[in-house]
């Protein structure tokens, strides 16, 4: 018989609605309900493509006999971290302060005042290398409840007020200078691997939001070694297992040092995330490799994660199953010779052997490997290599495929919608600048409420129940400016003023400008989040500093630049020690040392070639954050627009910064060469 997670919308949560365990969602009811019975609160918190959490699922909470005893001494709470980030971010925080490492599936109990005292991820269902058993540590939880009550009590209002002491304060709220983003390129230098691109050792993650600094960086300052460091590393991911080279997108990360083998979940937020640093790669350098990538990632998204609604689903798993009824990770990516020479015959499976870097042994499991692209293009036949491509893309197409998250997850689809706005532009794909409005329209239509108040998740059409945090309300503000610089049509300038003035007024500290993750009217937990790091995704706050900037940049207004500069103090501070871990907000001071620009297009509509030519040439042009209007003379669509007639009747583009001019011009070349400069 379903538990209460039967009417959930999350696909996490309802993973787990024909469990034994009687699984309460996140809820005021789940904590009166362990009060009542006087039990701590077991919190498992996951998510749909996370393989681990599958195993444990399968392994403690399918098992009868582990069901009973949870039922019998708990009250077990079962949390979508991608659903409800602020929770999952307080418990995380605590995990990693008492046991130095953290991730999922997450295992914390509480007390029934929500207070933690206990700690751990996975658990195996029997002892494993020092770990114990799931069962013995609710036994042991148990125990303590029962006997030793004031101590754990004790223990967790201790970590409580630690908690609460760990609040982020960065007095003088100044933006980083030249001296600052240097000391981050060098200490970025310091930590490139120069054999295999990217940061660090294994496991080996895509680092969008660095590249994204290297690549303004060296756009400012013409520093060869930034760009070299992005682009290399864009190459060896692009050439790595990590990207599918059939289908194109990237996967989660790599689990060695050389991008070989993934982990096979694939997430909207790394793709859009990628898909835009590689646009911006090929904008810079004019790559065919950039280039390609961006557009087979951007594909991808339209493809495999677009909704009915026109939205963008979270992720694909990691496991499919093998053909034998087994899940295993990977099955449906990975080959054999064999399996090629199948799909190919003997002669075209030689050439796939090779260029696909394909082995006897494998370079995976069981003799399977991934594919990757281990030499240069332009060593085998394009059209031959086209060909066993698409024949091999056609075949995997057979096999089963992995499950899908299709929860929309507002802030990941601004990321999609920034992503795909810019990528359809550049390479005359109008196709993708629909799609991209396509899943704007559904935020608006589906997540936003009358008073501009964002709904986090959505799922076939409806929406959640959870309210929008931070990354939310900032990130879809980045995907509906970008859609205005492209579209040329103010509605989203607009809509994106409506989320920040909701940042600036429930996200933002009055006093010190610091951000919190939740809004000061946002249900209370023991502590209310707040992290400015960026991790796999833009954290809200350097989202926030970048959307803030940006509006100011279009508006002029004050507040907005304020607090946009107030908010970058906190990469003054974390930019020069740990700037791996802050690359877009390292990305939002390159924006404020050069400007931002302000571009004004004005013609007498998109569909004039010389307005259409300027059009282009401005949103090509690599200025660190330039903002982009385009509009007729007169319009009031945007405010840059307002005062700017035709010079001698031609379309014309005016470029600002500073509270300083350039002359306008109606010619190309003079345009890409003020925004290149």
Request: charged content about 25%; hydrophobic content about 40%; proline content about 6%.
């Amino acid at each position: 018989m379903p538990n209460r997670l039967a009417h959930e919308t999350s696909p996490y949560l309802l993973q787990h609605a024909d469990n034994p365990v009687d699984w309460w969602p996140w809820s005021a009811e789940a904590f009166e309900e362990a009060r009542k019975r006087n039990v701590p609160v077991l919190l498992s918190v996951g998510y749909s493509s996370c393989h681990w959490c599958h195993v444990m699922a399968h392994e403690s909470f399918e098992d009868q006999e582990t069901a009973e005893y949870l039922n019998a001494h708990y009250v077990s709470v079962k949390v979508d971290r991608e659903e409800r980030p602020d929770v999952d971010a307080v418990y995380m925080e605590a995990v990693q302060a008492a046991t130095g490492q953290g991730g999922w599936p997450m295992t914390v109990f509480l007390t029934p005042d929500a207070e933690p005292f206990y700690f751990g991820t996975y658990f195996p269902p029997a002892p494993r290398q020092g770990m114990p058993s799931f069962r013995q540590v609710l036994q042991g939880v148990h125990q303590a409840w029962d006997e030793r009550r004031d101590e754990v009590t004790e223990v967790a209002g201790k970590i409580v007020r630690d908690l609460a002491g760990r609040e982020i304060s960065y007095g003088d709220a100044q933006t980083p200078g030249e001296e600052e983003l240097a000391q981050a390129l060098l200490g970025l230098t310091r930590e490139y691997d120069p054999q295999r691109g990217g940061f660090g050792g294994a496991p080996k993650f895509p680092p969008s939001m660095v590249l994204e600094f290297l690549l303004r960086h060296h756009a400012r300052t013409g520093a060869e070694g930034a760009l070299q460091m992005a682009s290399d590393t864009c190459e060896r991911m692009a050439r790595g297992g990590i990207y599918d080279q059939l289908g194109g997108g990237f996967a989660r990360y790599s689990v060695d040092r050389d991008w070989v083998v993934p982990h096979f979940e694939k997430m909207l937020y790394d793709n859009a995330l990628l898909c835009r640093v590689y646009a911006h790669l090929w904008r810079a350098t004019g790559s065919e490799l950039a280039r390609r990538v961006a557009l087979e990632t951007a594909d991808f998204m339209v493809r495999e994660l677009r909704t009915n609604e026109g939205g963008f689903a979270s992720a694909l798993d990691a496991d499919s199953d093998d053909g034998t009824g087994k899940h295993v990770e990977g099955a449906y990516y990975v080959w054999t010779p064999e399996q090629l020479r199948e799909v190919l015959g003997e002669q075209d499976a030689d050439l796939a052997v090779r260029h696909f870097g394909v082995t006897e042994e494998g370079t995976f499991e069981e003799g399977a490997s991934v594919l990757q692209l281990p030499v240069r293009d332009g060593l085998s036949d394009a059209g031959k290599i086209a060909s066993i491509r698409e024949r091999l893309l056609a075949q995997r197409a057979g096999r089963p495929a992995p499950g899908r998250d299709d929860k929309v997850v507002a802030a990941w689809n601004g990321l999609a919608i920034a992503a795909l706005a810019e990528t359809g532009a550049y390479f005359d794909r109008p196709d993708l600048v629909e799609a991209a409005v396509a899943a704007a329209d559904l935020l608006v239509r589906l997540h936003l409420d009358e008073q501009a108040r964002l709904t986090r998740t959505s799922k076939d059409g409806h929406a959640g129940a959870n309210a929008g945090v931070l990354e939310d309300y900032a990130d879809v503000a980045e995907g509906f400016l970008a859609l205005a610089s492209v579209t040329g049509e103010g509605v989203w300038l607009e809509f994106a003023g409506f989320l920040l003035d909701h940042v600036l007024a429930r996200f933002t500290d009055p006093e010190s400008g610091t951000l919190y993750d939740t809004a000061a009217d946002a249900e209370r937990l023991i502590r209310r989040p707040q992290d400015p790091t960026d991790n796999a995704a833009p954290s809200g706050w350097t989202a926030a500093a970048n959307a803030l900037l940006s509006y100011a940049a279009h508006t002029g207004s004050e507040p907005h630049r304020t607090a946009a500069e107030k908010a970058l103090g906190v990469v003054k501070a974390l930019g020069p020690r740990v700037p791996r871990f802050i690359g877009w907000g390292l990305a939002a001071a390159e924006a404020v040392l050069d400007g931002p620009r302000e571009v004004a297009i004005v013609g007498p509509a998109l569909e004039d070639e010389g307005t259409r030519t300027l059009h282009r040439t401005a949103l090509l042009g690599t200025a660190p954050g330039a903002v982009v209007a385009v509009g007729a003379p007169g319009s009031d669509e945007f405010p840059l627009l307002s005062d700017r007639p035709l010079v001698g009747g031609e379309p014309a583009a005016y470029v600002c910064r500073n509270f300083t001019c350039d002359a306008p011009t109606t010619e190309v070349e003079r345009l890409r060469a003020v925004l290149s400069d």
